[in-house]
């Protein structure tokens, strides 16, 4: 791990397989800081029954889905705990300009023991083959759970996992039909995001194609530029 300090907010961008959980682990290894999801916020509320699970697990039982409002009141309240004293990972959030809007203001009145530090924002850009590849290629074993991909990570036997012998299966999800509407989706409403992180001056892109190795060294560094730059 590294030297315990001051980080700050760490926001990833990103479209889904284009490695945001994969360095988000990283991030929280290395500095020491929580990793915040808004499915995993939204799953906890609701299984744990409080004022905003209950009212979000009304909304979800009605067929609709969770508002704004809701989704921010759970990520502010996940941000004022103590573990987030000395910053946090968002995972996941914002997914709209309004939301990053809305969180501007938010941390603006958050103090990072004791000091405000902007946000370090790193989009990672991946073609939409690639990540055609490496969702549609995804195989898992139903006993171990292992994931295989059949482009990048193939098992020694095409279809039988390597631990158990298993038959490896397809989740539904990960249809080319289902993943294509999905990177549309994001295209349409996240990738704005981008725009209005660049227009602050804030967004970092990086290269999502390369050996994981590469890319988490340059996380590392444009987190710890922006703790340098803000600790002066």
Request: proline residues 5%; positive net charge.
């Amino acid at each position: 791990m590294k030297q315990a300090g001051t980080v700050g907010a760490v926001i990833l961008l990103g479209a889904p397989g284009a490695g945001k959980g994969t360095q988000a682990k990283e991030i929280v290894a290395a500095y020491g800081i929580p990793q915040i999801s808004t499915g995993d916020l939204l799953r906890d509320n609701v299984a744990r029954k409080t004022p905003l699970g209950v009212q979000a697990k009304a909304v979800m039982e009605r067929g609709e889905l969770v508002s704004d409002e809701l989704v921010c009141d759970m990520v502010e309240q996940r941000l004022k705990q103590a573990d987030c004293a000395r910053g946090f990972v968002l995972d996941g959030f914002p997914r709209t300009v309004k939301q990053a809007q809305w969180l501007d203001r938010l941390l603006q009145g958050l103090r990072f023991r004791g000091r405000a530090i902007p946000p370090v924002v790193i989009d990672f850009a991946v073609g939409y083959n690639q990540l055609l590849r490496r969702l549609t290629g995804r195989r898992s074993c139903p006993t171990c759970g292992r994931i295989y991909n059949v482009y990048f990570q193939p098992p020694r036997v095409a279809g039988i996992c390597d631990v158990d012998g298993s038959s490896l299966v397809t989740r539904k999800d990960d249809s080319e039909e289902v993943i294509s509407e999905r990177l549309k989706s994001y295209e349409r409403q996240t990738l704005p995001l981008t725009d209005y992180y660049r227009g602050q001056g804030r967004l970092h892109s990086v290269n999502g194609e390369r050996p994981q190795a590469e890319i988490t060294q340059e996380v590392f560094s444009l987190i710890d530029a922006n703790v340098e730059e803000n600790a002066r």
